[in-house]
């Protein structure tokens, strides 16, 4: 599975942000997908995540309310909407591949199997 993650760039507090993760090499459809990014000098965190027919959806407190996972399985990919972005959501963020669960969502990173390259937003204060 190969995830490009793709979206990111420089805004200002306020601002909103679309970033998009398209896979290949095999379908996600049947599987959670997730969301995470990491700061400098910070270790790698959850955002969202999302399962297999986009019903179920899990935030990290901070961003609950402001962004929203959703998905598009018959385009491969997944989304996650930033709105009101604050320069604490300045990161690399990520978007991984949870193989083991379709309808299980964990906030664990190792338990995801496959990532993407990171794409990095910049929040500007």
């Known amino acids: 599975v190969q995830l490009q993650a793709s979206g990111g760039g420089l805004v200002q507090t306020g601002d909103s942000l679309r970033l998009s993760c398209a896979a290949s090499?095999?379908?996600?459809?049947?599987?959670?997908m997730g969301w995470f990014r990491q700061a400098p000098g910070k270790e790698r965190e959850f955002v969202a995540a999302i399962n297999w027919n986009g019903v179920g959806t899990f935030y990290k407190d901070s961003v609950r309310g402001r962004f929203t996972i959703s998905r598009d399985n018959a385009k491969n990919t997944v989304y996650l909407q930033m709105n009101r972005l604050k320069p604490e959501d300045s990161a690399l963020y990520y978007c991984?591949?949870?193989?083991?669960?379709?309808?299980?969502?964990?906030?664990?990173?190792?338990?995801?199997?496959?990532w993407g390259q990171g794409t990095l937003v910049t929040v500007s204060s």
């Open positions: 991984a591949v949870d193989l083991d669960n379709e309808v299980k969502i964990t906030t664990r990173p190792a338990q995801y199997d496959y």
């Open positions: 090499g095999r379908t996600v459809s049947s599987y959670v």
